[in-house]
């Protein structure tokens, strides 16, 4: 299975955020799947990558051609014209998502991923691994957005929040595709 991991390219005050992300790469590798990422050296993103590769696992990097020279070790690199572009190849090329903590980049991805997501364009999984509780002011806003009508309560199963790497390959192994319901929840304007 191809598990696209959305993680940060800054450094991380708090070594922890590391230790989760090697943590995942290795049990990507071990549990026989591939990575698919965003094809960057730095940050989470290439703590993820190099601990795939470290334990005999396959890495498909994808990366805009702006930042080329970032790529180190994937297994394949593919080379596209913009992030936008990444983000579509990296969505296609997938069977499940797995959003580690990140800045703007990520929240981007999550947020792609969900509103595709919603429109059936997939139904593949989102876990959002919520490393040091990094996600939880997020949780706060999508359940805010249900609660107060934005998010139709149908939709709250478009992502699944976990604590652990083992966790979120557990839910993704385990995983049983479904569509969203036809209609979307928008309320008619009168």
């Known amino acids: 299975m191809n598990i696209c991991a959305f993680a940060g390219s800054a450094n991380p005050n708090d070594k922890r955020y ?3 992300a090697r943590d995942s790469g290795t049990q990507i590798a071990r549990r026989d799947h591939n990575l698919v990422y965003g094809g960057s050296r730095l940050g989470l993103m290439g703590v993820i990558s190099k601990a795939v590769k470290d334990a005999g696992g396959y890495v498909i990097g994808i990366i805009p051609e702006m930042f080329k020279y970032l790529a180190e070790g994937e297994n394949e690199l593919i080379i596209v014209s913009d992030f936008n572009q990444r983000l579509r190849e990296m969505e296609s090329r997938s069977d ?11 929240l981007y991805e999550i947020f792609d991923v969900l509103q595709n997501r919603q429109v059936n364009n997939h139904t593949k999984p989102l876990i959002l691994l919520n490393t040091l509780g990094f996600y939880n002011n997020l949780r706060s ?27 979120a390959l557990d839910y993704i192994e385990q995983y049983k595709p479904s569509k969203m319901p036809d209609k979307i929840g928008f309320a008619q304007n009168s």
């Open 18 to 20: 590391v230790e989760v």
């Open 141 to 167: 806003q999508l359940e805010r957005a249900i609660t107060d009508g934005f998010i139709p309560e149908e939709n709250r199963g478009m992502w699944y929040m976990t604590e652990t790497p083992s966790q």
């Open 96 to 106: 499940a998502f797995i959003a580690l903590p990140g800045g703007i980049g990520c």
